[in-house]
């Protein structure tokens, strides 16, 4: 993949805000320089999945993220990455990004133009792309918005690399991103553990019985 600085720069103060609330000022700076190399080192081993691919964000940011526990092992522990990511999924700022109420029926359909969408870029680059995301769509359910992935280059890169055991920590971070949209995901299955797909069924949080 083509290294983007971008994502560094947005999550910087927030990955400092956590380090500092659990390092002294010196191994924060320690373990920062360490995970910037290591991020340009893991994205030039990740495969392209295109540079202006809509879903591209969240294999740049699940690198960014991993690339603080792998290059910091002496001092960053799994429990930690879980916990960084968790606290800035939650932090007030991004809860006011995403200023969405999946129990609405506009903001809902605008959530299932935007996935279509990018389903449709998926597959219009899927020859010079091959093991991008690919969306399956099934009418399964009356409630909300149900699709279904069986590649996924987060899961596929943290197996060639030895990194099974963490893919985990970033499928859960789905969970508090509905969440933060008041909305639910309802899942059965996922790549990380060794099922054929990762299913998605996405409700608003009031919806009280989905069908």
């Known amino acids: 993949m083509k290294y983007k600085h971008s994502y560094w720069i947005i999550l910087k103060p927030f990955i400092k805000k956590y380090l500092r609330m659990n390092f ?28 202006n691919n ?12 991993v690339s603080f526990l792998t290059s910091n092992r002496d001092k960053f522990t799994e429990d930690m990455l879980a916990e960084m990511i968790e606290s800035i999924l939650n932090s007030s ?3 006011k990004i995403y200023r969405v109420d999946l129990n609405k029926e506009k903001d809902m359909e605008r959530l299932k133009k935007r996935i279509r969408k990018n389903a449709e870029w998926a597959e219009k680059n899927r020859t ?26 987060i899961a596929k890169f943290f197996k060639e690399n030895n990194l099974e055991n963490l893919t985990y920590i970033f499928c859960d971070t789905d969970y508090i991103s509905f969440r933060n949209i008041k909305g639910r995901l309802i899942r ?12 998605f069924w996405i409700v ?8």
């Not at 809509?54 to 993220?65: E, I």
């Open 128 to 153: 010079k792309y091959p093991e991008n995301w690919d969306y399956n769509f099934e009418g399964r359910y009356k409630d909300g918005c149900y699709y279904y992935f069986t590649k996924c280059p």
């Open 54 to 65: 809509p879903m591209a964000s969240n294999l740049y940011f699940s690198l960014l993220f």
């Open 204 to 211: 608003g949080d009031r919806v009280k019985n989905p069908h």
């Open 93 to 95: 700022f991004a809860k």
């Open 188 to 199: 059965q299955c996922t790549l990380a553990k060794g099922d054929d797909k990762c299913d």
């Open 24 to 51: 002294d000022k010196n191994s924060t700076k320690i373990i920062f320089k360490k995970a910037k190399a290591e991020y340009k080192h893991l994205i030039s081993k990740a495969e392209d999945i295109g540079y």
